[in-house]
């Protein structure tokens, strides 16, 4: 990304620039978040020689400073018909030996609950089935 003085952006928009624009992006989300006391961060995207387009989300903080995303929602909605509860969210649970936050649940695929490596904040799809017999050895279906 090459800028002339007043005539902005002349060579085609590449991924480095991307990533340059959408990091440059998160750092002033993080400041309309921290001023509207909401969670706001810019996700996915797409680009081409001449745009650079990316969806942004705000996101309600609960009161024990949880960030109440779309992910959240559909966990909220979709748990119990994959055999977990409500209040399974944020519940903490242990995968292969390594312990992980339950954050949520996509909206579709195979591997929908989503889980959050305690260690780096990473976070991993499960398997439904998966996290119901961590959670409870006991349940069967």
């Known amino acids: 990304m090459t800028k002339e003085k007043g005539k902005g952006i002349v060579?085609?928009?590449g991924k480095p620039d991307c990533r340059t624009i959408r990091e440059a992006l998160r750092q002033k989300l993080t400041e309309l978040g921290d001023e509207l006391g909401m969670a706001v961060t810019a996700e996915g995207g797409s680009?081409?020689?001449t745009s650079f387009t990316v969806r942004v989300q705000f996101a309600v903080i609960s009161d024990s400073g949880e960030v109440m995303n779309k992910n959240?929602?559909?966990?909220?909605?979709?748990?119990?018909?994959?055999?977990l509860l409500?209040?399974?969210?944020?519940?903490?649970?242990?995968?292969n030996s390594i312990p992980y936050k339950l954050i949520g649940m996509t909206g579709r695929g195979k591997y929908t609950i989503l889980g959050q490596r305690l260690e780096d904040g990473k976070v991993f799809k499960f398997l439904p089935r998966d996290i119901r017999r961590i959670l409870y050895p006991s349940f069967t279906r």
């Open 47 to 49: 680009y081409n020689p």
């Open 11 to 13: 060579a085609p928009i």
């Open 72 to 83: 959240v929602r559909n966990f909220q909605l979709f748990a119990e018909s994959e055999g």
């Open 86 to 95: 409500e209040s399974d969210l944020f519940r903490l649970f242990t995968h």
